[in-house]
């Protein structure tokens, strides 16, 4: 084939298919009155019987112990911040500058006024300052006349600071919920879900948990509770999502209550951020005391999903603390005027639409520089290092990211800040450490911090090549050439005739959906591309076939951000999730596709080491001839009819060639009807001979 141009390459994926567990699926079933392939999805979660699977489709089943019980320094933060309360002695709040962060100060400065609290708050800058309570901010509280610290998603590592706090003779609560460091800070309480017994359902919660905890802790002990728990609660579902924190035990109970309560809540910041953002709800669940009513589990009145906070709302408070003021958030979430509340959601979508336009420019350029510079060299190197100046530090953690899901390696971006210093993030993948990747390079770094799956870092220019080379040789000694692709995790096979509106109702069971509880994934084999096209900014909208008992199914789907694979090929395995299209009030079933490859029995074919043979074949009752054979740009099926006409395809080619010669044969679309069949005859035929 010589058109080079239509030959695109597929989503560089592993598949990982989750085995089905045919007998317990059946129990769960039986037990929770829930469909198999339902039954199948809670399985994939963790839930290895009945009871168990009914407490998660069930999270207000959970017996939740007090958390005075299982924080044992959250008794005396309630007494600290009650004595401050009623001595009007001034408490400030050290937040920090993402959603986690912003949530969680809100929540308590909220909550802490409604009390009577004298209170403020101090978030530190991002550019100047970097992430943390540090000791200009400790000495500025104690200035102004401060008592009492409350630390929020921050204060676990910072050990100076606090020594500091308390030698002014300043009161410090730690709330925090990153890993705990070797010697803990002198605080005079510290709450941290890490610190807990690991059995506990407070263990996952993120910082805005932590706080949400002690507000209502504190509530219940001053008798105070009433009217204080719906707003809370919304700040914790946004936090908690926006976080990225598990969708499991108790998170999963609060955030399943915070959804349905967000439409309708009272804070004029939350209703104006749904309202700028265009965010519409939708239909979720509601509680079932009876495990026989399947429909009241999977139809209720409105609430919002995840993927409403996850990719609507979360965002445009993220957006403020990677490039903006976090005291708009901070005002959007605490104010109670709906004019200055509208003000701020507007401010909030402006700074997000700026995000958003520079991560695509950052990400456009560092593709650019991949595919020039290392793209060749990734099996080799097993790691992508990626530095520019003009790049924004407060955004480059998206586009390493999306470089992660585009070539399947750890990937460690940077920006020049001036003297001959980098500062960058990092994220990686599941087989790679990027805290111990950071750890193995310490003595080329200036500073550094993080998780397994991100991080963030600075380092002297000098040291950048360095750096790429201690990274490639960490990385050549836990990754193997096939951890070098994004994996997909796929929950179940399903068939075209199996997708319709009833499975969409029953998968609002497995909501929240998230970290630790991601949506259902699902694969389909050796489907036919019937339409497609480039909507959008590089979308490819679809029409997928499959014919089952010589009838055909077809279903819209979308793939988003997927222009650069554009065109598909004729047939492909599928996999994704089920969602809705409600363009113009049409809420119509569609299938977001993550991956596609080509069908399995088709690739054997055209990479096996010898040449095919070549054998005949019947189609609409006509005779042919088909083989494997190999030219200049791979292995192509070449079709003969009895008058000398070949067909001829690649496949991964949406477009082949039909003639006489390769020199006058003209280009066709491989989808069409007349031409996928006679394909798919023959490459049937070449199975069972080969």
Request: glycine share 8%; proline share 6%; charged share 20%.
């Given at each position: 084939?010589?058109?080079?141009?239509?030959?695109?390459?597929?989503?560089?994926?592993?598949?990982?298919?989750?085995?089905?567990?045919?007998?317990?699926?059946?129990?769960?079933?039986?037990?929770?009155n829930?469909?198999?392939?339902?039954?199948?999805?809670?399985?994939?979660?963790?839930?290895?019987?009945?009871?168990?699977?009914?407490?998660?489709?069930?999270?207000?089943?959970?017996?939740?112990?007090?958390?005075?019980?299982?924080?044992?320094?959250?008794?005396?933060?309630?007494?600290?911040?009650?004595?401050?309360?009623?001595?009007?002695?001034?408490?400030?709040?050290?937040?920090?500058?993402?959603?986690?962060?912003?949530?969680?100060?809100?929540?308590?400065?909220?909550?802490?006024?409604?009390?009577?609290?004298?209170?403020?708050?101090?978030i530190?800058?991002r550019?100047?300052?970097?992430?943390?309570?540090?000791?200009?901010?400790?000495?500025?509280?104690?200035?102004?006349?401060?008592?009492?610290?409350?630390?929020?998603?921050?204060?676990?590592?910072?050990?100076?600071?606090i020594?500091?706090?308390?030698?002014?003779?300043?009161?410090?609560?730690?709330?925090?919920?990153?890993?705990?460091?070797?010697?803990?800070?002198p605080?005079?309480?510290?709450l941290?879900?890490?610190?807990?017994?690991?059995?506990?359902?407070?263990?996952?919660?993120?910082?805005?948990?932590?706080?949400?905890?002690?507000?209502?802790?504190?509530?219940?002990?001053?008798?105070?509770?009433?009217?204080?728990?719906?707003?809370?609660?919304?700040?914790?579902?946004?936090?908690?999502?926006?976080?990225?924190?598990?969708?499991?035990?108790?998170?999963?109970?609060?955030?399943?209550?915070?959804?349905?309560?967000?439409?309708?809540?009272t804070?004029?910041?939350?209703?104006?951020?749904?309202?700028?953002?265009?965010?519409?709800?939708?239909?979720?669940?509601?509680?079932?005391?009876?495990?026989?009513?399947?429909?009241?589990?999977?139809?209720?009145?409105?609430s919002?999903?995840?993927?409403?906070?996850?990719?609507?709302?979360?965002?445009?408070?993220?957006?403020?603390?990677?490039?903006?003021?976090?005291?708009?958030?901070?005002?959007?979430?605490?104010?109670?005027?709906?004019?200055?509340?509208?003000?701020?959601?507007?401010?909030?979508?402006?700074?997000?639409?700026?995000?958003?336009?520079?991560?695509?420019?950052?990400?456009?350029?560092?593709?650019?520089?991949?595919?020039?510079?290392?793209?060749?060299?990734?099996?080799?190197?097993?790691?992508?290092?990626?530095?520019?100046?003009?790049?924004?530090?407060?955004?480059?953690?998206?586009?390493?990211?999306?470089?992660v899901?585009?070539?399947?390696?750890?990937?460690?971006?940077?920006?020049?800040?001036?003297?001959?210093?980098?500062?960058?993030?990092?994220?990686?993948?599941?087989?790679?450490?990027?805290?111990?990747?950071?750890?193995?390079?310490?003595?080329l770094?200036?500073?550094?911090?993080?998780?397994?799956?991100?991080?963030?870092?600075?380092?002297?220019?000098?040291?950048l090549?360095?750096?790429?080379?201690?990274?490639?040789?960490?990385?050549?000694?836990?990754?193997?050439?096939?951890?070098?692709?994004?994996?997909?995790?796929?929950?179940?096979?399903?068939?075209?005739?199996?997708?319709?509106?009833?499975?969409f109702?029953?998968?609002?069971?497995?909501?929240?959906?998230?970290?630790?509880n991601?949506?259902p994934?699902?694969?389909?084999?050796?489907?036919?591309?019937?339409?497609?096209?480039?909507?959008?900014?590089?979308?490819?909208?679809?029409?997928?076939?499959?014919?089952?008992?010589?009838?055909?199914?077809?279903?819209?789907?979308i793939?988003?951000r997927?222009g650069?694979?554009?065109?598909?090929?004729?047939?492909?395995?599928?996999?994704?999730?089920?969602?809705?299209?409600?363009?113009?009030?049409?809420?119509?079933?569609?299938?977001?596709?993550?991956?596609?490859?080509?069908?399995?029995?088709?690739?054997?074919?055209?990479?096996?080491?010898?040449?095919?043979?070549?054998?005949?074949?019947?189609?609409?009752?006509?005779?042919?001839?088909?083989?494997?054979?190999?030219?200049?740009?791979?292995?192509?099926?070449?079709?003969?009819?009895?008058?000398?006409?070949?067909?001829?395809?690649?496949?991964?080619n949406?477009?082949?060639?039909?003639?006489?010669?390769?020199?006058?044969?003209?280009?066709?679309?491989?989808?069409?009807?007349?031409y996928?069949?006679?394909?798919?005859?023959?490459?049937?035929?070449?199975?069972?001979?080969?």
């Amino acid at each position: 084939m010589t058109n080079n141009q239509n030959i695109k390459r597929l989503p560089h994926q592993r598949w990982q298919i989750a085995p089905a567990n045919i007998e317990l699926a059946t129990k769960v079933a039986s037990f929770t009155n829930i469909s198999p392939i339902i039954s199948q999805l809670v399985i994939n979660r963790g839930m290895e019987t009945p009871e168990a699977a009914e407490k998660f489709i069930n999270p207000e089943s959970l017996n939740l112990p007090s958390p005075l019980e299982d924080f044992p320094d959250l008794a005396v933060s309630v007494e600290l911040l009650e004595s401050a309360i009623k001595n009007q002695e001034k408490i400030a709040i050290c937040g920090d500058y993402d959603a986690d962060g912003m949530t969680s100060t809100a929540l308590l400065l909220r909550s802490l006024r409604a009390l009577g609290a004298n209170v403020d708050y101090a978030i530190p800058s991002r550019m100047h300052e970097g992430y943390g309570i540090n000791k200009r901010i400790v000495e500025e509280f104690k200035s102004e006349g401060v008592g009492l610290i409350l630390t929020v998603d921050n204060g676990i590592a910072a050990f100076e600071p606090i020594a500091r706090a308390r030698e002014l003779g300043l009161k410090v609560i730690i709330t925090d919920h990153h890993d705990i460091p070797k010697e803990l800070p002198p605080a005079n309480a510290i709450l941290n879900p890490k610190l807990i017994d690991e059995s506990s359902p407070y263990r996952g919660v993120a910082g805005v948990g932590v706080a949400y905890i002690l507000a209502v802790s504190l509530a219940q002990q001053m008798g105070e509770l009433k009217g204080l728990v719906h707003p809370m609660l919304a700040l914790f579902t946004l936090g908690t999502i926006a976080d990225l924190a598990p969708l499991t035990g108790v998170n999963r109970r609060w955030v399943k209550r915070g959804l349905k309560l967000l439409p309708k809540s009272t804070l004029p910041g939350v209703q104006a951020l749904i309202q700028v953002a265009g965010v519409q709800p939708s239909e979720g669940e509601i509680e079932s005391n009876s495990q026989s009513d399947l429909k009241s589990k999977t139809q209720n009145p409105k609430s919002l999903k995840p993927d409403d906070i996850g990719f609507r709302l979360g965002p445009r408070i993220n957006a403020i603390g990677r490039i903006g003021n976090p005291q708009t958030v901070i005002e959007l979430l605490t104010t109670d005027d709906m004019g200055i509340a509208l003000e701020r959601a507007m401010q909030c979508e402006q700074i997000n639409s700026e995000r958003q336009k520079m991560c695509e420019e950052i990400e456009q350029e560092a593709i650019s520089l991949v595919e020039d510079l290392y793209v060749e060299d990734l099996p080799k190197n097993r790691v992508l290092v990626v530095i520019k100046e003009n790049w924004h530090h407060g955004v480059i953690g998206i586009v390493a990211s999306r470089l992660v899901e585009r070539y399947g390696v750890p990937v460690f971006i940077g920006t020049f800040e001036g003297e001959g210093v980098i500062r960058g993030s990092a994220r990686g993948i599941p087989e790679f450490h990027v805290f111990k990747a950071l750890e193995y390079s310490d003595d080329l770094l200036s500073k550094y911090g993080g998780h397994k799956a991100a991080g963030g870092f600075s380092l002297p220019s000098d040291n950048l090549e360095s750096f790429r080379l201690r990274l490639s040789d960490f990385a050549n000694q836990c990754l193997e050439i096939q951890h070098l692709k994004p994996l997909l995790k796929i929950d179940a096979q399903a068939n075209f005739n199996q997708i319709n509106r009833d499975l969409f109702q029953q998968l609002n069971i497995l909501h929240p959906c998230g970290i630790e509880n991601p949506s259902p994934l699902f694969w389909t084999p050796n489907v036919q591309v019937i339409q497609q096209q480039i909507v959008g900014k590089g979308h490819i909208k679809l029409v997928l076939g499959q014919v089952i008992d010589n009838q055909r199914y077809e279903i819209p789907a979308i793939a988003w951000r997927w222009g650069d694979y554009f065109p598909l090929p004729s047939r492909i395995d599928v996999a994704y999730k089920l969602g809705e299209n409600n363009y113009n009030g049409n809420n119509n079933l569609q299938l977001e596709l993550v991956g596609v490859k080509i069908p399995q029995q088709v690739e054997n074919l055209f990479t096996a080491s010898k040449i095919s043979q070549t054998t005949k074949f019947e189609y609409k009752q006509r005779q042919y001839i088909c083989g494997i054979y190999q030219n200049g740009n791979g292995a192509e099926l070449r079709i003969k009819n009895s008058e000398g006409k070949v067909l001829v395809m690649q496949p991964e080619n949406k477009i082949g060639l039909l003639g006489l010669s390769r020199e006058d044969a003209k280009q066709v679309d491989l989808s069409l009807p007349q031409y996928d069949g006679i394909i798919q005859a023959a490459i049937q035929a070449l199975i069972v001979v080969s």
